[in-house]
């Protein structure tokens, strides 16, 4: 039997929400007490004191975070349209008709206004990955919002409260892998970095609309499970043939017969820096801001110009390894927060992170390339500061395989550090799931928008993860940053990879009072049901 998809999941409890919002209902399973000082909450279900996302603490949380008096109005459009990748135009959905969309810039203190018109056939949403901004704003339909119907509008308003790099899409379905997404830039009032130009680079993985393909048939396909004696989904993956071997299908494994194209399951995707499986799907293209390795957008400066480069993964189940080739770069920020500054040659971004860095540029023509972990592909843009002809598409440049940074070596800044300080509360999830009935899920039960971890306002809540399975997620928390483990001086981070077989701790303060969304921010792995809620209790 198929498990349900979040959009099934949540458009079926849209039918209890009263006011716009949807109050806990009573369930058969997951029951567990409200504990603190340390324990390992379970997940509790039941119509319980949970705080309403529009309810007074909300509001009152969204006044302490009040700016100024500035209002950015933004109007953007959901549509179905055409986009030039540069290979080809394919059919698909996007935010007006370009990819990434229309970016967003906003002062730190600003209230945003944002209307979003939905143009498209089916409902949608909009979630602003990685701010700590009030519940009823979050995006989350059936959890903190009606969903947003075909034809209808509405209109996000907040104080956009820290400064960094974000981005938003949709919570609904399988829809962020398509071409709804764009980034959303918070500039800092008292900008500390100097530097000549500013470089957004958000990279994706592509299949919507290539041979008849779509998500929601990538979905189909991986929800039918593996062939028998092909899944490795919660072996202990240590040798060579562990692991679940690349989620492999292909032509000997099982294929979808609905007209959504090809196969797109992957065979062989292995990554050492992954930990083993590299992901699930089979992407025909790779881009770096909506364009492929052959017809890359080109970023203009002059020799010695410092560059602040703004990286944002918005792929749906690709992890990349990014690299400008010919210099080193200087990381300063991870999802938005400041490090100790790092040099390395090269990162790497799980779906959701973001990082910048700076760079000094040199004189010539620069491939700004993102290696697709593991699955033998790349996207490039270019960094052109003189003459020259332009390095050939599937040129690697040599800082890919240098060091290779990723979050758990940085070192938080003096200024975002968290505080050292005692749990009053651990929360402790299991990863499971596997191929062969694709099941991904926490503590082996798919999400279910009334079942919530509890936690309470002014806690310290410690999250332990561990690992079950033979494939990495990332993992992300709305609504908040935690330090990415218990040790002093950790980076702040809304998402983090998880490798196999791995535990990781994350520490955060619970002062942004609603209901949030904790999940994998592999699309598949979410709407398999790797969803769940940590809920504010009264």
Wanted: proline share 6%; aromatic share 6%; net charge negative.
């Amino acid at each position: 039997m198929r498990t349900p998809t979040r959009r099934s999941l949540l458009g079926a409890g849209l039918g209890l929400a009263g006011t716009g919002l949807l109050a806990a209902c009573s369930s058969s399973g997951g029951t567990s007490s409200d504990h603190g000082s340390g324990s390992g909450s379970g997940a509790t279900t039941g119509a319980g004191d949970w705080i309403d996302p529009a309810g007074r603490e909300v509001a009152d949380a969204e006044k302490a975070r009040a700016g100024g008096d500035r209002v950015r109005q933004v109007r953007l459009t959901a549509t179905e349209t055409r986009l030039d990748l540069g290979p080809l135009t394919v059919p698909t959905w996007a935010y007006g008709d370009r990819l990434p969309g229309r970016e967003v810039r906003v002062t730190a203190g600003d209230t945003l206004a944002l209307t979003l018109a939905n143009h498209l056939p089916e409902p949608t949403s909009l979630h602003w990955h990685g701010l700590a901004l009030r519940n009823d704003m979050d995006g989350v339909p059936g959890l903190t919002q009606k969903d947003v119907r075909p034809g209808a509008d509405f209109t996000y308003r907040f104080t956009v409260p820290h400064p960094g790099t974000y981005w938003f899409h949709p919570h609904s379905g399988t829809q962020q892998d398509r071409g709804l997404y764009a980034p959303l830039i918070v500039e800092d009032p008292k900008e500390p970095l100097a530097y000549d130009h500013e470089w957004v680079v958000v990279v994706d993985d592509w299949v919507d609309g290539v041979e008849g393909s779509t998500p929601d048939g990538v979905l189909a396909e991986l929800s039918r499970g593996m062939a028998p004696g092909m899944d490795h989904g919660s072996g202990d993956g240590d040798d060579e043939g562990g692991g679940h071997t690349g989620h492999g299908m292909s032509a000997q494994g099982a294929r979808t017969e609905d007209p959504a194209g090809p196969s797109r399951m992957m065979m062989g995707a292995r990554s050492d820096l992954l930990g083993g499986d590299a992901g699930d799907v089979k992407y025909p293209y790779h881009l770096v801001n909506g364009r492929t390795a052959e017809d890359p957008e080109v970023f203009r400066a002059k020799p010695g110009d410092r560059i602040r480069v703004r990286l944002v993964n918005a792929g749906g189940d690709t992890a990349y390894r990014v690299a400008l080739g010919g210099h080193r770069m200087t990381v300063t920020h991870t999802d938005g927060f400041p490090v100790e500054h790092a040099g390395t040659d090269a990162l790497l971004l799980g779906m959701g992170e973001r990082y910048d860095v700076l760079v000094t540029a040199g004189d010539g023509v620069f491939p700004l390339t993102a290696l697709a972990e593991g699955k033998d592909a790349t996207a490039r843009a270019l960094l052109r500061t003189g003459g020259g002809a332009a390095p050939k598409a599937g040129a690697r440049p040599e800082e890919l395989d240098g060091k290779v940074l990723t979050a758990d070596r940085l070192v938080a800044d003096e200024s975002a550090a968290l505080p050292a300080r005692t749990p009053d509360r651990t929360v402790r999830f299991q990863l499971t799931g596997g191929m062969a009935r694709y099941d991904w899920a926490f503590n082996g039960r798919p999400y279910k928008a009334s079942e919530r971890y509890p936690v309470r306002a002014g806690e310290r809540v410690r999250l332990v993860f561990a690992n079950a399975t033979d494939m990495w997620h990332p993992l992300h928390l709305h609504g908040h940053t935690f330090a990415l483990s218990s040790a002093e001086g950790a980076p702040r981070k809304d998402t983090a990879v998880i490798l196999p077989h791995r535990t990781l701790t994350a520490d955060f303060d619970a002062d942004n009072p609603g209901l949030w969304m904790l999940h994998c921010h592999n699309v598949y792995h979410a709407e398999a049901g790797m969803m769940t809620v940590l809920g504010y209790r009264r």
